[in-house]
């Protein structure tokens, strides 16, 4: 049977999902028995198509790379534009709501409603907004489960490094004692530039122009994003309902060119630091915030819009975890994870089921 998969928001990291479905369709089919149909696309500023047969990728992509309009897409029979996101959950036949609108770091909207009302209209969604997981993690948990859907949130750290699934399934037993690392693309691809000798602004410019800062960059420069990314490691891989506005929080604003030179003649490093511990007592604390590590240090290599983490395990020891942290093919691919992982369970439900 095939997937209908529907996204509520088409920027970046939701056209590079949409290529890859495309590219990979044969061997998705061939490795895993999947296949799916793109029926729906709805964004603010690009409109809204929804067609119950599917629609045609190639022809979606092209029109929004021509025009940057999805609703400049050719009418067919049977096509329907001009419905919200809303009524894109509601009414659509999507099995799987691919919710990859922009993150608000205050409020986590409209992607919290969003995803409630999927659950509640027993639909699976897979996402690589933070604001859902960071600030609603155990009440949507909570209703995917009532309404027997899959959620799944990959994404969310590290892009499509698999920051959340591996400790969960491979490295399941041990009990994590701490998770330290390097959570935000922007800020370390920001830093790496100006060990090279380019200002601020301009690696900021560049982090912008491929694609790994947030709509709103002052979410990556002030650690509001690697602060979201804490709150998630701590609630989803340490069971610690902490509130993402108690960690400790603060970005690289203030990092100047000479304090990044007199690291680096002094053989360290400045990195933004996500922290998260438990304590002897049980209690789960956590930190964002510029550290110097030392040049031999495994996390002072981590460089450009590369990230690293690093899980303080009781049975296998520590373990470091390295990858891209930001970019639209590798978020764009932790969704596909996300999407397989759906095809697989739904699968074992079927066949429980009989
Ligand atoms: N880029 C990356 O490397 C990574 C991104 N993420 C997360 O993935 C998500 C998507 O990122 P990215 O694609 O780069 O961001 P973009 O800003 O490129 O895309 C977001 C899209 O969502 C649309 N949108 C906003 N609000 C709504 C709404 N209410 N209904 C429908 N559409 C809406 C925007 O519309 P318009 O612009 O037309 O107003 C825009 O097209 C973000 O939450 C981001 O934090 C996570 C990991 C890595
Ligand atoms: N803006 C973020 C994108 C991924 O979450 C980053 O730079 O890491």
Not at 319 to 342: K, V
């Amino acid at each position: 049977m095939s997937t209908n998969i529907a996204f509520i928001g088409f920027g970046g990291v939701g056209q590079a999902l949409a290529r890859l479905l495309k590219e990979r369709k044969s061997s998705l089919s061939s490795n895993y028995g999947f296949e799916s149909k793109i029926v729906a696309v709805t964004d603010v500023m690009k409109g809204s198509i929804y067609h119950p047969e599917g629609l045609d990728v190639d022809q979606l992509l092209h029109v929004v790379e021509e025009t940057g309009k999805v609703e400049d897409y050719p009418q067919t029979p049977g096509l329907i534009r001009g419905w919200d996101s809303f009524e894109t959950i509601k009414k659509s036949n999507a099995d799987v709501i691919v919710e990859v609108t922009f993150t608000d770091v205050e409020t986590g909207q409209p992607a919290i409603d969003h995803i409630r009302s999927a659950f509640e209209n027993k639909k699976s969604v897979v996402t690589t907004n933070k604001g859902p997981v960071a600030l609603a993690y155990n009440a949507l948990a909570k209703l995917a489960e009532e309404n027997g859907v899959f959620w799944g949130f990959e994404g969310t750290v590290m892009s499509g490094t698999p920051a959340l699934r591996m400790p969960v399934t491979t490295l399941a037993g041990n009990e994590i004692t701490e998770i330290k690392g390097i959570l935000n693309g922007t800020t370390n691809y920001i830093l790496t530039e100006m060990e090279k000798g380019k200002s601020y602004e301009e690696a900021l410019e560049k982090a912008q122009s491929l694609g790994y800062a947030e709509a709103d960059p002052t979410s990556d420069v002030e650690g509001y994003d690697a602060r979201y990314k804490t709150a998630i490691l701590a609630n989803y891989l340490m069971g610690a309902p902490l509130d993402a506005n108690e960690i400790y929080c603060e970005g690289i604003t203030e990092m100047t060119m000479d304090k990044v030179k007199d690291s680096v003649d002094n053989d360290k490093k400045w990195k933004l630091l996500s922290r998260i511990t438990r304590q002897e007592d049980g209690t789960v604390t956590a930190s964002v915030q510029p550290e110097l590590v030392d040049v031999d240090d495994p996390l002072a290599g981590v460089t450009g819009a590369t990230n690293a983490i690093l899980y303080e395990c009781d049975l296998s020891g520590p373990i470091l975890l390295t990858g891209a942290g930001a970019g639209l093919t590798e978020t764009g691919y932790s969704l596909l994870i996300d999407i397989i992982h759906f095809h697989r369970q739904s699968a074992l439900t079927k066949i429980e089921g009989g």
